[in-house]
């Protein structure tokens, strides 16, 4: 940030896009939100990496393991929160939404067909992610640990591959600056945008 004076328009726009700088470079401080998601009476956070951020239908998204607790979690209860933390321009997003699961349709097949071999082992293991374990384990069998396989071997990881499309409900924006911290509310629910104290 190099204006204190933005307006409040101006940085609604400019979180945008940060966010899809987040998901489209790998170096980007948000490429790797943390995510809230809620269990019965517990909150359960975890570091994703973002995978797309769209600022006209205001929606982000991640890729995960449809065995994993998060994708369970989100069955019962969609909503979801999302945290971005820039230290060097010492911006914080927090991101509230609705999470919306996408498993073996269009979607999930097109970035599936995307997603190189390497990643593809993610969705890979015989046991789900989570499963206790006797010996310290990537859950993989070597040969796939070793990317010694084919694109055809990879392709059963489909059926455990799902993607988490949050609708964005409000971003809270903080920003924090020797002259004065400066917070602001951009709330898509109401249609408004609005500055708070920091
Ligand atoms: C840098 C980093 C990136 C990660 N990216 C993802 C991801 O994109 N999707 C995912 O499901 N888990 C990802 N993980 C693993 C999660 O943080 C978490 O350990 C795992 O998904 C199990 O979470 P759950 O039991 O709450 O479902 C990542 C972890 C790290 C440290």
């Known amino acids: 940030m190099d204006n204190i004076n933005y307006n409040l328009i101006d940085l609604e726009k400019d979180s945008w896009t940060r966010l899809v700088n987040g998901a489209t470079k790998s170096r980007s401080p948000f490429h790797t939100p943390c995510i809230a ?3 019965k009476e ?10 797309g951020a769209n600022p006209v239908e205001k929606t982000l998204h991640f890729h995960t393991d449809i065995r ?3 994708w369970d979690e989100l069955i019962v209860n969609p909503s979801i929160s999302a945290l971005f933390y820039d230290s060097s321009e010492r911006i914080q997003l927090r991101i509230k939404g609705i999470a919306e ?11 599936w067909e995307k ?13 789900s992610p989570s499963s206790f374990s006797d010996l310290p384990t990537s859950g993989l069998p070597e040969q796939i640990e070793q990317e010694n396989f084919s694109q055809e071997d990879s ?23 020797h002259a004065g911290h400066r917070r602001a509310y951009f709330d898509y629910v109401q249609g408004r945008n ?5």
């Open 37 to 39: 998601t809620q269990h």
């Open 194 to 198: 609005q500055w708070m104290i920091p």
């Open 42 to 51: 517990e909150v359960n956070m975890r570091t994703v990496v973002l995978r």
């Open 115 to 127: 997603t190189s071999l390497s990643s593809r082992r993610c969705y890979l293991t015989a046991f």
């Open 155 to 177: 392709e059963v990881g489909l059926q455990n591959f799902g993607i988490v499309s949050i609708q964005v409900q409000s971003i809270d924006w903080l920003w924090l600056n």
């Open 68 to 70: 994993s607790m998060k």
């Open 101 to 111: 699961l996408h498993h073996e349709n269009q979607i999930t097949q097109e970035a």
